[in-house]
C-alpha cells in the first residue's frame, strides 16, 4: 500500500499551529525541535524551531509539519489544500467551523453537487484546507 500525506512547512509558529490541530482533529502530537535533533548542526537561533512534527489522528492517518528551515524566504503555502473527509455532515461542518475560527473562508459549507456538506477555508496559520462529508454516498 503507498500513502500520500502532506508536509506542511510554517513561518515559525508550526508548534502553536500543531497543537490547535492537535486539540481540533484529534490524536498524538509528536514534535522535535532543533535542541532535540542528535549530532545536530542547528544554529543556536533555530533551537526552539520545530524540525519535525507529526500528527497521528485519531482515525489512521496523520501528517507532517516542520518550521521554514531554508535561508531562502518562506514562500507562504499555496497552490494545495489539505483535504479532510468524515463520515458524517455534522462532524464535518463542526471541523471546518473550528479551522475557520480566525481564517477566511472561500466556500462556505454547504451540499454540493458531490457532497452532502463541503466547505473550503484557510485557517489563521494560512493552512488552505477542504472539508466534506462522504454521507448518504455510496462508492
Not at 72 to 90: H, I, K, N, W
Request: aromatic share 12%; net charge negative.
Amino acid at each position: 500500500m503507498i500513502e500520500v500525506n502532506a508536509y506542511i512547512f510554517f513561518k515559525g509558529n508550526c508548534a502553536e499551529a500543531m497543537r490547535f490541530y492537535e486539540k481540533t482533529l484529534g490524536g498524538k502530537l509528536r514534535l522535535l525541535t532543533g535542541k532535540d535533533m542528535p549530532e545536530s548542526n542547528v544554529p543556536p537561533q533555530m533551537a526552539d524551531a520545530i524540525m519535525h512534527g507529526r500528527l497521528d489522528l485519531d482515525n489512521g492517518g496523520f501528517f507532517m509539519a516542520s518550521d521554514w528551515m531554508s535561508p531562502d524566504p518562506y514562500p507562504g503555502m499555496g497552490g494545495f489544500r489539505v483535504s479532510l473527509s468524515y463520515p458524517t455532515v455534522a462532524e464535518a461542518n463542526r471541523i471546518f467551523d473550528a479551522l475557520a475560527d480566525g481564517g477566511s473562508v472561500q466556500l462556505p459549507f454547504q451540499k454540493t453537487f458531490w457532497s452532502p456538506g463541503f466547505g473550503m477555508l484557510t485557517d489563521r496559520f494560512g493552512t488552505p484546507w477542504m472539508v466534506g462529508s462522504e454521507e448518504g454516498e455510496h462508492h
